[in-house]
Nanobody
Framework: VQLQASGGGLVQAGGSLILSCTAS????????MGWFRQTPGKEREFVATISKNGGSTTYADSVKGRFTISRHNADTTAYLQMNNLKPEDTAVYYC???????????????WGQGTLVTVSS
């Protein structure tokens, strides 16, 4: 599966953005979808994950209550709604697809190209 992430940009603290991750192929519903983020010099950090049918979601403590992960299998797209953004949310955000419901980035075998989110104070 090939993934294409989009929706990043520059936003003021307290603002909102929605990231999209569109997958190619007909097997989108077979994959767990996850969002991760990375800043220079740091390891890729888990943000959120969603089960194949969207019935289960898990979030990093740092984004819980502010971010919402969702998916629409018919459109082969996953989303990350980000509200009340903070400067510390600034990072390159990556979507990923895998077969295990996990917060560990190495369990995801397919990655999008990343989209930059910058939150100004």
């Amino acid at each position: 599966v090939q993934l294409q992430a989009s929706g990043g940009g520059l936003v003021q603290a307290g603002g909102s953005l929605i990231l999209s991750c569109t997958a190619s192929g007909r097997t989108f519903s077979s994959y767990i979808m996850g969002w991760f983020r990375q800043t220079p010099g740091k390891e890729r950090e888990f943000v959120a994950t969603i089960s194949k049918n969207g019935g289960s979601t898990t979030y990093a403590d740092s984004v819980k209550g502010r971010f919402t992960i969702s998916r629409h299998n018919a459109d082969t797209t996953a989303y990350l709604q980000m509200n009340n953004l903070k400067p510390e949310d600034t990072a390159v955000y990556y979507c990923a697809a895998g077969l295990s419901y996990s917060q560990w980035h190495r369990t995801y075998g397919y990655w999008g190209q990343g989209t930059l989110v910058t939150v100004s104070s």
